[in-house]
């Protein structure tokens, strides 16, 4: 994979193995986090900002592009690339399906405290989550199975990205599925996958 000749500080990508425990894990509203993050490498304020009405259930696509800020307010997408459109998996459509069944049971305990927003990210009673939830549940997700140190959200991101890159996808085809620039995957997001074995990696949304 090409690279520029910026010096940049190294970050973590997680191995197979710590992937699939996290996924394993994780349950509710985490187990929709770490999928979206480690499997498709969203931005969490991407992750955040998905909409239940932008799956294409049939077709097993999820439009992508829209961010929450720190507000809670929807703004543009990242970068002109942000905005694509992934392919789910199979797994990832029954995982979703269950999260709505779970958060449909949330909206009738919530009763008329529920705010009707259409995000598959939300509270207890339909409210978007705020910033630092994100880290803060896969901090506790990984504190309950072990992982030490904690996983960071863009470490999530960081490994979907990897293993793209690993299963052999150019730096500009995986740029496009990330929703950013050949020089950030080229710079930032590609890791050496080290310490597991690779002959058989989770299955992601792979670059169409």
Known sequence: MPSSDVETRPRRALTADELS????EATG???VLVELLGRYGLRPAEARAVLWSAIDWDG????VGPRL????ERIDPKTRTAERSLRLTDETLGLLRRWRAEQAELEKTAASLWLDCDLIVTNEIGEPVNYWFVPQALAAL???IGITPSVSPYELRHTA???QADAGHSAWAIADWAGTSERMIADVYRHKLVGTS???PPKVGSVS
């Not at 425990?21 to 394993?24: D, G, N």
């Not at 097993?60 to 439009?63: M, Q, Y």
């Open 21 to 24: 425990l996290l996924r394993s």
């Open 29 to 31: 509203l985490t187990a």
């Open 60 to 63: 097993a696509l999820l439009a």
């Open 69 to 72: 800020n720190r507000s809670n």
């Open 142 to 144: 990984c504190n309950r």
């Open 161 to 163: 990205i990897s293993f």
């Open 198 to 200: 690779l002959l058989s």
